[in-house]
């Protein structure tokens, strides 16, 4: 019999809680901000997530070369982001 199919990562959290499946892969941020709007804080100190990423992809800031505020986004993004490496947070993060 193949496996049930959800329609959603609410639904995969779910059958991950019932034991109906033992893992599926989703953004860790995405996932323990699922279980903390749709799960008890019971259900949720079931579920855990594995330390080794299953898949990475780098991520990247896009926005219009048109919009006249498109350089000074790019300076305070990048002030932050000098900021956070500094402070070694960035480390936290990833």
């Known amino acids: 019999m193949p496996p049930k199919q959800a329609n959603n990562d609410s639904q995969n959290l779910q059958m991950l809680r019932l034991q109906r499946t033992q893992l599926f892969p ?3 941020d995405d996932g323990y901000q699922l279980l903390a709007t749709k799960f008890s804080p019971q259900e949720m100190a079931a579920i855990t997530h594995y330390l080794t990423p299953f898949y990475f992809k780098p991520t990247y800031l896009v926005f219009t070369k048109d919009n006249p505020n498109s350089t000074r986004w790019l300076k305070a993004f ?3 982001l000098q900021q956070l490496r500094e402070s070694g ?3 936290q993060f990833f």
Request: no cysteine; hydrophobic share 35%.
């Open 89 to 91: 947070k960035i480390d």
């Open 78 to 80: 990048n002030t932050g």
């Open 26 to 28: 989703i953004n860790i």
